[in-house]
């Protein structure tokens, strides 16, 4: 049988792992220079701790684990044989893969509450796993780059998200993303002041695709979720929102009069554009954007979306928001969060697509020892062993194989400088130094070897 990995996994070349080094340690670098401090959690989790926090989809997508040892012994024969495996599940399976970073983290925070300084400003680089169906940008195991603050209402966290977003893709190259922004009350108003608030989460899921399926058929859908022509009609400022930004938060406020709610989010928003306008971005751009819901059902204030440079075909490549209440589905009321997510393996097909990778330097020997026999082997060892000590990568070639297959390997491995040891180097104890770029060749001491490799 031919070896293989399972659909929706990855292997990763040198070449990749150097690449997606790279943009998540410009991520990381980012994240410490606005002061968030790094934390890691389990790759799994107690199934109590993830089930019924991402609704009836999310929980699908939740890789189980088998309990060890003869996970049927505690089945009930009952479910078994009527093959009620979702039933069954919770007797045979007490452990899940974690399937995102947010709720690992909200169980962090109650669980360490006594140890944390508030606000807590936390960021996580880490895989997570779901049972999704592999496409384009969408994975079975793929890495989270998340930041968030807990412990603080304060919208200058928000805009400072905003901030950081654009520092990062600035210093990826990555020009003219699309940061977008809404807020819940805004979207809560509008459900409002058209009499839908029950019907909320149907309004904001036919919203969101209005980009995708256009007007009349986001229409067609609200009338069919039972969303009144008349409630429809109030809302069709919203359909063709083109202005500023300052104009569509005009708009509205005006179409929001009547809501407490729908207008403090405008508010809210406001705050956070103008004060971003006032600071300035460095490449991105800020656009108010009213059909954004995300996951609704997790978010109290503002919504964050960033979608990738005009004509590059992709989702998504970070989004995020506020939530008012993370850690309450762990029994602490009150803590207040911001947080926002970057998307590194779309990040990486958007960069590669704009040839966007800066040559990267795969870790490999600034010099190699040839190989000429057991007792230069180990005359080569003992100054390999010195400069090692002074931090200079070194590899002597393991085997005594001819001369050309090792020059080949330091030539395919683009390694700067080669040693040769005879017998005759061996009984001056003297090393030949060869520059494979120049090609010059040098007889030298242990020490003057190691100013010139330095």
Same mark, same amino acid.
């Given at each position: ?53 991402? &609704? ?43 399937? $995102? ?46 930041? $968030? @603050? ?47 608030? $029950? ?26 979720? &039972? ?97 008012? $209440? ?12 911001? &947080? ?9 097909? @958007? ?8 040559? @990267? ?94």
């Amino acid at each position: 049988m031919k070896p293989s990995i399972p659909k929706g996994t990855r292997d990763f070349s040198p070449i990749e792992v150097a690449n997606r080094t790279y943009i998540m340690n410009t991520i990381k670098t980012a994240f410490e220079t606005f002061g968030f401090q790094p934390i890691e959690t389990p790759s799994f989790e107690n199934s109590s701790t993830l089930m019924g926090k991402y &609704g009836e989809e999310g929980d699908r997508l939740i890789f189980k684990i088998l309990n060890s040892g003869d996970f049927l012994k505690k089945a009930d024969e009952k479910l078994l044989s009527e093959k009620e495996s979702t039933k069954v599940t919770a007797q045979i399976s007490e452990k899940a893969l974690r399937y $995102d970073l947010t709720v690992p983290f909200a169980r962090y925070v109650v669980q360490h509450q006594n140890e944390i300084t508030f606000p807590f400003k936390r960021y996580q680089v880490q895989p997570v796993w779901r049972a999704d169906r592999p496409q384009k940008g969408r994975f079975r195991e793929f890495f989270q780059c998340d930041a $968030d @603050v807990v412990g603080s209402k304060s919208l200058w966290q928000e805009v400072e998200f905003i901030k950081l977003y654009d520092t990062v893709f600035s210093k990826l190259g990555l020009e003219k993303t699309t940061i977008k922004i809404n807020n819940r009350k805004i979207l809560s108003g509008i459900a409002e002041v058209i009499g839908a608030q $029950d019907k909320l989460i149907d309004f904001t899921v036919a919203l969101d695709k209005l980009d995708k399926i256009g007007q009349e058929k986001v229409e067609t859908e609200m009338l069919a979720k &039972g969303i009144t022509q008349e409630a429809i009609q109030k809302v069709q400022p919203l359909f063709s929102f083109d202005g500023t930004n300052e104009e569509n938060l005009d708009a509205l406020a005006a179409m929001l009069q009547s809501s407490e709610e729908g207008l403090k989010g405008v508010e809210e928003l406001r705050f956070v554009i103008n004060s971003v306008s006032e600071l300035g971005l460095t490449s991105a751009n800020l656009e108010v954007d009213v059909t954004l819901a995300r996951g609704l059902n997790y978010y109290t204030g503002a919504i964050f979306e960033v979608s990738a440079p005009e004509g590059v075909k992709m989702g998504s490549i970070g989004g995020g928001g506020r939530y008012d $209440d993370l850690t309450g589905i762990f029994g602490l009321k009150d803590v207040s969060g911001v &947080g926002i997510s970057f998307g590194l393996d779309r990040i990486y097909l @958007v960069l590669e697509e704009l040839g966007l990778f800066k040559s @990267v330097d795969l870790p490999k020997p600034k010099v190699l020892f040839i190989n000429f026999g057991d007792a230069e082997a180990l005359y080569s060892m003992k100054a390999i062993a010195e400069l090692r000590k002074q931090n200079i990568k070194s590899e002597l070639y393991p085997d005594a194989a001819k001369m050309k297959k090792q020059m080949n390997y330091a030539n395919k491995r683009e390694i700067e400088f080669v040693v040769l040891v005879g017998s005759q180097e061996v009984e001056k104890q003297e090393y030949t130094l060869k520059n494979m770029v120049s090609g010059e060749q040098t007889k030298c001491s242990l020490s003057e070897l190691i100013e010139k490799i330095k």
